[in-house]
């Protein structure tokens, strides 16, 4: 096992368990680190997010495109996480025209 100065004397078991991923993953360090590192900027960000969905500061659908997901995901998220719902007639009608602007219809044609 390498000596790492950066390590916290008190996270051995961290050490150990970073090093069965590596052989579990059949990777280098790193390339481990990394991996798990993208994975809790994400979880983060969902969570994150979510929060100020539920505190009114965002909608649902810019919660989820700031927090990388699709809006099905940040919906599923959402109710997993029981976060109470901030969801309007104005919310809905934003929804719908991103929905349809992404999908490249105008809302004015329809």
């Known amino acids: 096992m390498r000596k790492n100065r950066w390590w916290d004397p008190g996270s051995a078991g961290l050490v150990q368990d970073l090093e069965m991923i590596e052989k579990v993953e059949q990777t280098d360090r790193s390339t481990a680190v990394r991996k798990l590192l993208h994975r809790a900027v994400g979880d983060w960000k969902r969570e994150y997010y979510a929060r100020q969905y539920g505190d009114g500061c ?13 809006l099905w995901e940040m919906m599923s998220y959402v109710r997993q996480r029981k976060i109470a719902t901030q969801y309007d007639l104005d919310d809905l009608r934003q929804d719908v025209a991103t929905a349809l602007r992404r999908a490249g219809s105008n809302p004015a044609e329809g």
């Open 58 to 70: 965002m909608t649902l659908a810019r919660a989820a495109r700031d927090a990388g997901v699709s």
